[in-house]
């Protein structure tokens, strides 16, 4: 069984907008990372990005992550592993 899940997307009933309201807004992010993240587009944007947007993308997320995850989060949520103390 996998590890990761991308269940939002797949079970998403009617359209993708932002700057409607804040639940919408969540949705809309939720629904493009998910399709942003799937393998065969990131097959095809990958090496089409330069060193700098990797950068860009690498340090929003890892931000992201520090900011609002603590130690037992970011390992039970991002890394799917227990975290040893």
């Given at each position: 069984m996998p590890k990761f899940s991308?269940?939002?997307?797949?079970?998403l009933d009617g359209f993708?907008?932002?700057?409607?309201?804040r639940?919408?807004?969540q949705e809309a992010v939720n629904a493009y990372l998910q399709?942003?993240?799937d393998d065969d587009c990131m097959a095809a944007i990958l090496?089409?990005?330069s060193d700098e947007e990797l950068g860009h993308v690498f340090d929003l997320v890892?931000?992201?992550?520090?900011?609002?995850f603590d130690e037992d989060e970011y390992h039970a949520l991002f890394l799917k592993e227990p975290?040893?103390?």
């Open positions: 991308h269940r939002f997307i797949e079970t993708i907008a932002f700057g409607l309201d639940a919408t807004d399709m942003f993240s090496p089409r990005m890892s931000r992201l992550l520090r900011r609002h975290h040893a103390h």
